[in-house]
Structures are given as C-alpha cells and as structure tokens.
C-alpha cells in the first residue's frame, strides 16, 4: 500500500482567515485561498469526503507555532499595552491551530502539526515574497501571506525542490 498522500493541504493559521494551500502531489498543481474558520472546517470535511468515496489519501500540514517554548513577537520599545495585545493575538492564533488539528482528526484525517519553517526570504521579518515563491512554485498572479506561507508548507512537506533567489551585489 503507497502511504504517500495524493493531496497535501497546507494551513497557515489566523484568527480571521487561514492561509490554505492544496497541492495535488502527482501534478505538482497549487491552488491557494484563505478560509474563515467554519469554512475552513467545511473544506476539510469536503476533503475527508474525497478520501473516502475517491480512495486517495490526504495528509494535513498544520504551521504549530504553538510548539515553539519560546515564541517572543514584542520589541525593547514595545509599551506594556502593546506587549499584552500582541500575546493576546498570538493566543488565539495559537488556539485556531490547535482546533484546526483536534477537528482534522476528528473528521479521520491525518495531520501533521509542522513547527514553523525558517524564516530566511526577503519579504518583512524573513517571510517569503510572492515573487520568492513564484519562482518554484506555479501560483496566480496575486498571493498574500497567509497563502504563500500555506503553499509553502504544502510543497516542503512533499520534498519538492526550493528554489532560492540570489541577487549580486554590485
């Protein structure tokens, strides 16, 4: 029996919508989109579905900056305010992304709960540009984070190749 899935969805976990990433695996075909919380959740019971009557398999790759033990996003400047609202948001972004797993599982899907990858592009804190990630990966014309940090997921998760651009310096 072939364990290798034939879809990886790829989350990117948020408080209002999720970065979702679906990646057919023999096609090397990317679709991307951002999902509210109950759509999301209707999108991988659609998937459960698909695994079902279709025989294929699908394997959930879930961002779980939740395991990180240290997982600081405040700055010396920050006031005392401004750090108690950024752990707020990054609370709940954490619990999405547990209640995304603990559903998956619930509906029999397989999941992978996927410790952030490295931040080493050139977009804003490291995050990967959309022109960063066009150049392996075929995407539409536009992207936005939550997408391109899914998609991303998605195709590390297969081993696919990941191109790096380099620009000279003159």
Known sequence: MNNKPDYIIGIDPDTDKSGVAQLRVAGREMETF???FPEL?????????????EGVKVLVVVEA??????????????SVRTAARKGKDAGRCHEVGRKI????????????EQMPLKKIWKGKDGKITHEEISAFIRMGARSNQETRDAALLAWNEAGFPIRIITTKKR
Do not use: F
């Open 41 to 53: 959740l209707d999108y991988l019971q659609r998937m459960r579905q698909k695994e079902l009557m």
């Open 65 to 78: 900056s939740w395991r990180i033990s240290t997982n600081w996003h405040t700055k010396r400047a920050d």
């Open 34 to 36: 951002s999902n509210s």
């Open 101 to 112: 797993v603990e559903c998956a599982r619930h509906y029999g899907l397989e999941v992978k």
